[in-house]
């Protein structure tokens, strides 16, 4: 076999080696956030019992091994939030290769925007999403139903609506990537947004944990904002790529 032959195998392999290697950077610093933050677990558990203080003030376990788990699964998130810059830089540092020097030059941007997206969602699930839901599902049965909830099922209530709306909150950085590297445009989205809409009214009824109609436009709202966002900021920084 030529050289010119076994040139693509020996770049497929490479890419392979780099893949690996930024995954195993990305395990090591989310290892050593994870287990900082379960240096500080009663700390965070304390915040993230804020929102229903006034109402549970104090949590119920069922089995010994409760605690602990719920311990650890507030230090894996917490954990996977503080890496987030650092995630973000490997994946930019694993597509940049395929890219324009122009195109390289908005990293900074998309690890710092990343981030920041990504603490917003989360501070939007928190301070927003998550007081208006404990209201409604407290608010059942009220003077005649009182609540018992264990800390596991209150953390991983929590944890899990404040994750995916960090998650979901990545949207604008996402398109912008997809924009970066040519896959979309803003033609292409503008003329995708009546599915667009009706995909994320349908994210935000998933996540959301109530079915009233005020915690969906909640989170549906702000979705269909950043989609619209994403659009205007592509429009405003993105070259046209030749046909």
Same mark, same amino acid.
């Given at each position: ?8 195998? =020996?770049?497929?392999? !490479? ?7 930024? $995954?195993?950077?990305? /395990?090591? &610093?989310? %290892? ?48 996977f ?33 990343g981030?920041? =997206?990504?603490?917003? !969602? ?7 999403? $998550?007081?208006?839901? /404990?209201? &409604?599902? %407290? ?22 609506l ?24 803003t ?12 995909i ?44």
């Open positions: 076999m030529s050289n010119a032959a076994s040139n693509p195998q =020996l770049t497929f392999l !490479g890419h392979l080696e780099e893949l690996r290697r930024r $995954l195993g950077i990305c /395990l090591a &610093v989310f %290892l050593v956030t994870v287990g900082v933050s379960f240096t500080q677990i009663e700390r965070i558990i304390r915040w993230l019992q804020h929102p229903v203080e006034r109402f549970l003030p104090h949590f119920a376990y069922f089995s010994p091994t409760e605690p602990i788990i719920a311990y650890v699964k507030v230090s894996v998130l917490a954990g939030i503080l890496s987030m810059p650092v995630f973000l830089t490997q994946l930019w540092g694993f597509v940049r290769g395929g890219l324009t020097a122009q195109e390289r030059s908005y990293g900074l941007a998309f690890i710092w925007w981030s920041g =997206l990504f603490v917003t !969602g989360t501070a939007f699930g928190y301070y927003v999403l $998550l007081p208006a839901s /404990l209201q &409604v599902l %407290l608010g059942i049965g009220r003077g005649y139903l009182e609540p018992m909830i264990s800390i596991d099922q209150y953390l991983s209530f929590v944890t899990t404040v994750f995916w709306c960090g998650v979901i909150f990545e949207l604008p950085a996402l398109i912008f990537l997809l924009a970066k590297v040519g896959i979309v445009t033609a292409w989205l503008r003329q995708q947004r009546p599915y667009a809409v009706l994320l009214v349908t994210i935000a009824a998933i996540v959301t944990p109530t079915t009233d109609p005020v915690n969906l436009l909640l989170l549906s709202i702000p979705l269909i904002v950043l989609y619209e966002l994403s659009i205007l900021l592509i429009q405003l920084s993105v070259r046209r790529r030749p046909e």
